[in-house]
């Protein structure tokens, strides 16, 4: 049978071909034992366009050159040749490149075609997509974000500080708007339900706990001359998200929260799409770590987390770090940080709220890493503080000072306390016991 080059080549490209003619590409990582890897990597490519296990009648030709993916590159680490001693199976990094056509700008069908169903084919995991700019420019991505969060705010350089409401659930709105109130005081700028706390239930309704809590913005914004975000969260059935959203914004909520790995990232971008929806949205990490934290399977978190959700609209998303209690590891903490925030045409930087078990002692190390454009996410180190919600957001705000100064912590905490500012101090004595017997010795 007479095969001309086309035909040959029909499911193969160079990277820079296919963006030009209109694909997405998506690289991956396979440990898998194979004598033929471009086989492998064209059984990618084919279960996620037209093809399936067996050639069936349907599957012309045309068909393949309009809706068949592209195999573009394949490495093999290490880069094995002749010389190969090792007996163990090379990892493999192949792109696939998809074409438009078959997914438009929905990204469910982004996503079931990137890794729909290869997601359980074994050790393959999804690292990375490359969009053409002709594709993002399709999307409005945040409303929001950095510049815009700062300018709502009128913070225009410092990290911001949020807090949660704690204990995560179980509060009433009055209990609720006490903690608001203490925590808004003492320096919060961002306020937000706790992630496990429903849209709308009988022992916290959305109704009355959006305004009790903004009527205490008010009152705390009178005394301090400061705003303070409230994300309300409006988790909850997909039907309902957009009810709940206008209806928090109509009673005054400033800012919103949706769980945006349970509810879905499509989700999150119809929320961001709306225009009557005119607040930031906090999107939520809740559960992405069933689907980010294998080594040989899942999605790539900075992938995930930071270009997806940033491409869907999140203005603001919770995230970890390295020093927390669930900590993370400093590559992916790094990596995150620039998907959420390096220049990306015209997708505005997505804010980095840096999360779980954020303490005043950790402040500096986020801030040397990511710069002052991130937000410390703090719960337990300001509720925690012994004396209580108002002082422990003052100790961070005191933590976040000494950092962007450039002051060792423990002497700015002193020097703090030397002028009746000990917020700082005690929390730091509670947080490292050798601080406070240092501090005793000197004295």
């Not at 199976?89 to 929905?106: D, E, H, K, L, W």
């Not at 705003?227 to 997909?238: E, G, K, P």
């Not at 940080?337 to 045409?345: I, N």
Request: include cysteine; charge should be negative.
């Amino acid at each position: 049978m007479i095969r001309k080059l086309e035909d040959v080549n029909m499911s193969h490209a160079f990277p820079e071909v296919a963006f030009d003619e209109d694909y997405i590409i998506a690289t991956y990582q396979a440990r898998v034992k194979t004598g033929n890897v471009e086989r492998l990597a064209m059984a990618l490519a084919d279960e996620q366009t037209t093809g399936t296990w067996i050639k069936v009648s349907h599957e012309t030709a045309d068909k393949k050159k309009k809706f068949g993916a592209k195999v573009v590159s394949i490495y093999e680490v290490p880069d094995t040749g002749n010389d190969v001693v090792e007996d163990l199976p090379p990892i493999y990094i192949i792109q696939v490149a998809f074409p438009i056509r078959n997914i438009g700008t929905s990204i469910p069908m982004m996503l079931s075609t990137v890794f729909g169903n290869i997601s359980a084919s074994g050790m393959v995991k999804w690292i990375d997509v490359a969009f053409p700019r002709k594709y993002v420019e399709k999307f409005q991505g945040p409303k929001f974000g950095v510049e815009g969060m700062r300018e709502v705010l009128g913070v225009p350089d410092r990290p911001l500080l949020n807090a949660m409401i704690k204990p995560n659930i179980g509060w009433t709105p009055d209990e609720g708007a006490e903690l608001f109130y203490e925590a808004a005081c003492g320096g919060v700028d961002i306020i937000k339900d706790d992630e496990l706390m429903p849209a709308n239930e009988d022992f916290c309704p959305l109704e009355e706990r959006v305004k009790k809590f903004m009527a205490m913005e008010k009152r705390a914004f009178e005394e301090t001359g400061e705003h303070t975000l409230y994300a309300v969260n409006i988790t909850d059935s997909i039907d309902k998200l957009k009810d709940n959203a206008k209806r928090a914004i109509d009673l005054g909520a400033n800012c919103i929260m949706v769980n945006a790995y349970t509810a879905g990232q499509a989700a999150l971008k119809m929320l961001a799409d709306d225009p009557e929806i005119n607040v930031p949205i906090l999107a939520h990490s809740d559960y992405v770590g069933a689907t980010v934290a294998g080594t040989y399977v899942g999605v790539n978190p900075a992938l995930l987390m930071g270009k997806i959700t940033r491409l869907c609209g999140g203005d603001f998303e919770i995230n970890g770090h390295p020093w927390g209690k669930f900590p993370i590891p400093y590559k992916m903490f790094a990596r995150s940080f620039r998907a959420f925030t390096q220049p990306w045409w015209n997708i505005k930087p997505m804010m980095y709220a840096v999360s779980g078990g954020t303490t005043q002692l950790i402040v500096k190390n986020a801030i040397d890493v990511c710069g002052t454009d991130i937000i410390l996410a703090a719960g337990g180190a300001v509720h925690g503080h012994p004396e209580g919600s108002r002082a422990g957001a003052k100790s961070m705000r005191q933590a976040i000072d000494a950092a962007v100064k450039g002051i060792d912590l423990v002497q700015y905490a002193k020097e703090q306390a030397a002028e009746g500012h000990d917020e700082l101090l005690k929390m730091a004595q509670m947080l490292n016991p050798d601080i406070k017997k240092n501090f005793d010795l000197m004295e």
